[in-house]
């Protein structure tokens, strides 16, 4: 690997014309059309489903019960414990209790009920859910992105397009609002990162509670066992769950639905035999009217007791942040058929017990439990427990994954579990900070009360952000007039607000741990999306003007060497400055010049045949192209080795489509800088640039390939030392065609030449630095905040799978 320091101008004032590429869109016909089953669950994953002869929403409905419910169908264990905690001993009567179980059921009905599986669960984002889902859409459907990377061309994709065109005046005067100002924007940005920190801070309480709630009950099946015996079995319990994510979770959803399948069953019977034995009077707390019962006599104890009501919900966020893995009707059907009747009977039956044994609050499911069956159920519960713990973790992995897609997070690495499943990776990084937090707050923590409140506070500030977001879904995307969309969100922030305004009371009791967890991966995320926008608005700003680049002619000033190198840059449009930087310092660059841009799109999923964007710069004797490779925010992307072989397959193809289509044949007026089309990978395997040898890339074929010993030698040391890294070797051939335009001949040859000369990567290794004349605030983000992430980050190049024998970095320092 090579290294050029080279810093550049600090100010440069001259803003190059707008490209072409933003001024127009490709033909319909160059477009993917064929979208097949890509961006539905159901579509990529089919294969997973190991029943047959079931129906796919049924099979996918007994597997969500795995993945989705875990959480929500363990609440039971700490939620009645969490509500009498702080409530003076004298409001332990029966219509106290009564009260607290009507509080319970009217929650459980309009929250996961009303808003999730009846409204929410229809704003998918082709099949995605969760907060970054609707934050995309949002995206797609005004301008408040604000990294200014957006195409036409993004505009065209299958996966783009989302509800109707036509919006009232009011929604477009509100739309045009918030794109004209920057302040709004960045708002709305926080707001959404606010929601993933609370996420992940999420992941780290579930575990501790839900593991720690479930081995409690050892305490009552073995009275002489201390609470310390207790944390220590949670502990190992933790760090065994941790250790084993590297194994994947992609069987996670058949593996574990039958214990939470089991769980909802037991707790469903035991709540029945608790209702006939105890009190089957309690069917009347059903009645709103205890509600009303309950404040009174409680006073500002029951308000402050929401905090523990509201743990009844924990989990609920899980049907739509994982409705990319399932579907909806699946996600619906478990919850009506299953999941809610089973809920509501075992806490009904809570209620009744603790009307006749109200000495039981503190221990009150595992007290519940009949003689005999304790024992088996503690089982189940732990089991269940662990189960839920596993959701939420994976779901930590997926939403980091989200935010370093729309460049909100520091690039990690993401290791994809399942070559089936999309959505299943792990994150090593993420995965051991979170044990050694959930571990902290496990051992730190005196009791569950503790943490419940911290538990509380996160998963009722996810639900009030996303009943936010999805009340702009209803105005930009639903086209719902505003009215609508403002009945919807007063009536559920008036609800979630009561839970939540008793959660921030709690923060002094343990809900400073969601807090403090959530500003502080928030501010890292906002940080790293700061830093990432003023380094792109720099590139933007200090283009290299194409009349420059003309003036030197097709030679460029210097000596064309043969081989293909390959630009890496985040700019969409325009030549990065690292290019003049590398002309204006080095004697020579290669034949062939393709300026690769590997770019994020507010979509979950970008079908291959829509992929790659080709384009031509300059005029076709400066064998200039530029090459943009478009991800959604799900999507893999690793590398099979045969990235190189693609590009050029489609760069061909982009040479004989331009001779036919007169749209691509003269360069635009102004800026040479073509129209781009979009090459399916389609019409790349159908290519008149025919493959006349394949096969795997090894030492003997490279060191064949070089014309330079010291490259033999040094390529060939690099395969011995990563045998584990093979690539495809294609050789390419022009058609003999007599009806081939000889200039389209001659340029599919030197591309040709150019390929089996060698690639080469080039990259710039940047430094991001404040101006002198910067705020102290703005110095201590981007000097100390953004550059620390930077260094302790991984690359760049090692997560866009560059083979480090073939790269160059070209040095830079930003002044931003």
Same mark, same amino acid.
């Given at each position: 690997?090579?290294?050029?320091?080279?810093?550049?101008?600090?100010?440069?004032?001259?803003?190059?014309?707008?490209?072409?590429?933003?001024?127009?869109?490709?033909?319909?016909?160059?477009?993917?059309?064929?979208?097949?089953?890509?961006?539905?669950?159901?579509?990529?994953?089919?294969?997973?489903?190991?029943?047959?002869?079931?129906?796919?929403?049924?099979?996918?409905?007994?597997?969500?019960?795995?993945?989705?419910?875990?959480?929500?169908?363990?609440?039971?264990?700490?939620?009645?414990?969490?509500?009498?905690?702080?409530?003076?001993?004298?409001?332990?009567?029966?219509?106290?209790?009564?009260?607290?179980?009507?509080?319970?059921?009217?929650?459980?009905?309009?929250?996961?009920?009303?808003?999730?599986?009846?409204?929410?669960?229809?704003?998918?984002?082709?099949?995605?859910?969760?907060?970054?889902?609707?934050?995309?859409?949002?995206?797609?459907?005004?301008?408040?992105?604000?990294?200014?990377?957006?195409?036409?061309?993004?505009?065209?994709?299958?996966?783009?397009?989302?509800?109707?065109?036509?919006?009232?005046?009011?929604?477009?005067?509100?739309?045009?609002?918030?794109?004209?100002?920057?302040?709004?924007?960045?708002?709305?940005?926080?707001?959404?990162?606010?929601?993933?920190?609370?996420?992940?801070?999420?992941?780290?309480?579930?575990?501790?509670?839900?593991?720690?709630?479930?081995?409690?009950?050892?305490?009552?099946?073995?009275?002489?066992?201390?609470?310390?015996?207790?944390?220590?079995?949670?502990?190992?319990?933790?760090?065994?769950?941790?250790?084993?994510?590297?194994?994947?979770?992609?069987?996670?959803?058949?593996?574990?639905?039958?214990?939470?399948?089991?769980?909802?069953?037991?707790?469903?019977?035991?709540?029945?035999?608790?209702?006939?034995?105890?009190?089957?009077?309690?069917?009347?707390?059903?009645?709103?009217?205890?509600?009303?019962?309950?404040?009174?006599?409680?006073?500002?104890?029951?308000?402050?007791?929401?905090?523990?009501?509201?743990?009844?919900?924990?989990?609920?966020?899980?049907?739509?942040?994982?409705?990319?893995?399932?579907?909806?009707?699946?996600?619906?059907?478990?919850?009506?058929?299953?999941?809610?009747?089973?809920?509501?009977?075992?806490?009904?039956?809570?209620? @009744?017990?603790?009307? #006749?044994? %109200? &000495?039981? !609050?503190? =221990?009150?499911?595992?007290?519940? *439990?009949?003689?005999?069956?304790?024992?088996?159920?503690?089982?189940?519960?732990?089991?269940?427990?662990?189960?839920?713990?596993?959701?939420?973790?994976?779901?930590?992995?997926?939403?980091?994954?989200?935010?370093?897609?729309?460049?909100?997070?520091?690039?990690?690495?993401?290791?994809?579990?399942?070559?089936?499943?999309?959505?299943?990776?792990?994150?090593?990084?993420?995965?051991?900070?979170?044990?050694?937090?959930?571990?902290?707050? @496990?051992?730190?923590? #005196?009791? %569950? &009360?503790? !943490?419940? =409140?911290?538990?509380?506070?996160? *998963?009722?500030?996810?639900?009030?952000?996303?009943?936010?977001?999805?009340?702009?879904?209803?105005?930009?995307?639903?086209?719902?007039?505003?009215?609508?969309?403002?009945?919807?969100?007063?009536?559920?922030?008036?609800?979630?607000?009561?839970?939540?305004?008793?959660?921030?009371?709690?923060?002094?009791?343990?809900?400073?741990?969601?807090?403090?967890?959530?500003?502080?991966?928030?501010?890292?995320?906002?940080?790293?999306?700061?830093?990432?926008?003023?380094?792109?608005?720099? &590139?933007?700003?200090?283009?290299?003007?194409?009349?420059?680049?003309?003036?030197?002619?097709?030679?460029?000033?210097?000596?064309?060497?043969?081989?293909?190198?390959?630009?890496?840059?985040?700019?969409?449009?325009?030549?990065?400055?690292?290019?003049?930087?590398?002309?204006?310092?080095?004697?020579?660059?290669?034949?062939?010049?393709?300026?690769?841009?590997?770019?994020?799109?507010?979509?979950?999923?970008?079908?291959?045949?829509?992929?790659?964007?080709?384009?031509?710069?300059?005029?076709?004797?400066?064998?200039?192209?530029?090459?943009?490779?478009?991800?959604?925010?799900?999507?893999?992307?690793?590398?099979?080795?045969?990235?190189?072989?693609?590009?050029?397959?489609?760069?061909?193809?982009?040479?004989?489509?331009?001779?036919?289509?007169?749209?691509?044949?003269?360069?635009?007026?102004?800026?040479?800088?073509?129209?781009?089309?979009?090459?399916?990978?389609?019409?790349?395997?159908?290519?008149?640039?025919?493959?006349?040898?394949?096969?795997?890339?090894?030492?003997?074929?490279?060191?064949?390939?070089?014309?330079?010993?010291?490259?033999?030698?040094?390529?060939?040391?690099?395969?011995?030392?990563?045998?584990?890294?093979?690539?495809?070797?294609?050789?390419?051939?022009?058609?003999?065609?007599?009806?081939?335009?000889?200039?389209?001949?001659?340029?599919?040859?030197?591309?040709?030449?150019?390929?089996?000369?060698?690639?080469?990567?080039?990259?710039?290794?940047?430094?991001?630095?404040?101006?002198?004349?910067?705020?102290?605030?703005?110095?201590?983000?981007?000097?100390?905040?953004?550059?620390?992430?930077?260094?302790?980050?991984?690359?760049?190049?090692?997560?866009?799978?560059?083979?480090?024998?073939?790269?160059?970095?070209?040095?830079?320092?930003?002044?931003?």
């Amino acid at each position: 690997m090579s290294r050029i320091d080279i810093e550049p101008e600090e100010d440069s004032n001259d803003l190059p014309p707008r490209m072409a590429a933003d001024e127009g869109q490709e033909p319909s016909h160059l477009r993917g059309q064929d979208r097949g089953d890509q961006t539905s669950w159901m579509g990529r994953n089919k294969r997973e489903l190991p029943w047959k002869c079931i129906p796919v929403p049924i099979a996918l409905a007994y597997q969500s019960f795995g993945v989705v419910y875990g959480d929500l169908s363990t609440s039971p264990l700490y939620v009645y414990r969490s509500i009498f905690s702080g409530m003076s001993h004298h409001h332990h009567d029966t219509d106290t209790i009564f009260g607290a179980f009507s509080l319970i059921f009217w929650t459980l009905t309009l929250i996961p009920l009303l808003k999730y599986i009846i409204i929410i669960l229809s704003a998918d984002d082709n099949g995605e859910g969760g907060t970054f889902a609707l934050y995309s859409l949002l995206c797609r459907h005004g301008k408040f992105s604000l990294l200014p990377n957006q195409q036409a061309a993004d505009e065209e994709l299958s996966a783009y397009k989302y509800g109707s065109s036509g919006q009232s005046t009011p929604s477009l005067a509100l739309k045009r609002s918030i794109e004209k100002r920057k302040n709004l924007r960045i708002v709305l940005l926080l707001v959404v990162l606010l929601g993933a920190g609370m996420v992940i801070g999420d992941g780290v309480v579930t575990p501790a509670i839900s593991v720690l709630s479930a081995v409690s009950g050892l305490q009552a099946a073995h009275t002489k066992l201390p609470s310390g015996g207790v944390r220590l079995i949670c502990c190992v319990i933790l760090v065994g769950l941790f250790a084993l994510q590297h194994s994947g979770t992609h069987k996670v959803g058949i593996l574990f639905a039958p214990v939470v399948v089991i769980w909802l069953i037991s707790i469903f019977a035991i709540g029945l035999y608790n209702i006939i034995w105890w009190n089957p009077k309690v069917i009347i707390a059903l009645s709103p009217h205890y509600i009303f019962k309950y404040f009174a006599q409680t006073g500002t104890d029951g308000w402050f007791s929401l905090g523990g009501v509201l743990l009844s919900i924990t989990g609920t966020e899980a049907m739509f942040a994982d409705l990319g893995h399932f579907s909806a009707t699946s996600i619906r059907m478990a919850f009506i058929l299953l999941v809610y009747p089973c809920l509501v009977v075992q806490y009904m039956g809570q209620a @009744a017990f603790l009307s #006749k044994n %109200t &000495d039981s !609050i503190p =221990n009150s499911f595992y007290d519940s *439990v009949p003689d005999g069956l304790l024992w088996p159920v503690l089982i189940i519960a732990t089991l269940a427990a662990i189960v839920a713990s596993q959701a939420i973790i994976s779901a930590t992995f997926s939403i980091i994954k989200q935010c370093n897609a729309l460049s909100c997070f520091p690039r990690v690495k993401v290791v994809h579990t399942s070559k089936q499943i999309e959505g299943q990776i792990y994150i090593p990084e993420i995965n051991w900070i979170l044990m050694i937090l959930t571990l902290a707050v @496990a051992i730190g923590f #005196k009791d %569950t &009360d503790t !943490i419940g =409140n911290a538990y509380g506070l996160a *998963v009722m500030s996810v639900m009030f952000i996303t009943t936010f977001l999805m009340a702009l879904v209803m105005i930009f995307v639903w086209q719902r007039s505003i009215m609508v969309a403002a009945l919807f969100l007063i009536f559920f922030w008036i609800v979630e607000g009561a839970y939540l305004g008793a959660a921030l009371t709690k923060v002094p009791q343990g809900g400073w741990v969601s807090l403090l967890l959530a500003l502080f991966f928030m501010f890292i995320m906002f940080v790293w999306h700061y830093g990432t926008r003023k380094k792109y608005n720099f &590139d933007l700003h200090n283009k290299v003007p194409l009349k420059w680049i003309l003036g030197l002619g097709p030679s460029l000033g210097i000596v064309r060497v043969p081989g293909i190198g390959l630009v890496y840059s985040e700019l969409a449009t325009g030549v990065p400055a690292i290019f003049s930087h590398f002309v204006t310092n080095l004697p020579a660059f290669h034949n062939v010049l393709v300026f690769v841009c590997v770019k994020s799109v507010p979509v979950p999923y970008v079908v291959p045949e829509e992929r790659f964007l080709i384009g031509r710069i300059c005029p076709r004797p400066y064998r200039m192209y530029r090459c943009i490779i478009r991800y959604g925010y799900r999507d893999l992307q690793g590398d099979d080795g045969n990235f190189e072989n693609l590009l050029i397959q489609s760069i061909a193809e982009f040479i004989q489509m331009e001779a036919v289509e007169p749209q691509f044949a003269t360069p635009d007026s102004v800026s040479y800088d073509g129209r781009m089309a979009v090459i399916s990978s389609q019409a790349c395997s159908s290519s008149n640039l025919l493959v006349s040898n394949e096969d795997d890339f090894d030492t003997i074929s490279t060191m064949q390939s070089s014309k330079s010993l010291t490259l033999q030698s040094l390529r060939s040391a690099y395969d011995e030392e990563n045998p584990q890294i093979r690539r495809r070797r294609v050789r390419f051939q022009v058609p003999e065609s007599p009806a081939m335009d000889p200039a389209v001949r001659e340029e599919l040859k030197d591309l040709i030449d150019a390929k089996e000369a060698g690639v080469a990567y080039i990259m710039g290794h940047s430094y991001v630095k404040a101006r002198r004349s910067s705020s102290f605030l703005k110095k201590l983000v981007v000097d100390f905040g953004y550059s620390f992430l930077r260094k302790n980050c991984r690359g760049p190049s090692v997560a866009l799978h560059i083979p480090h024998i073939s790269l160059i970095e070209v040095g830079m320092i930003y002044h931003v």
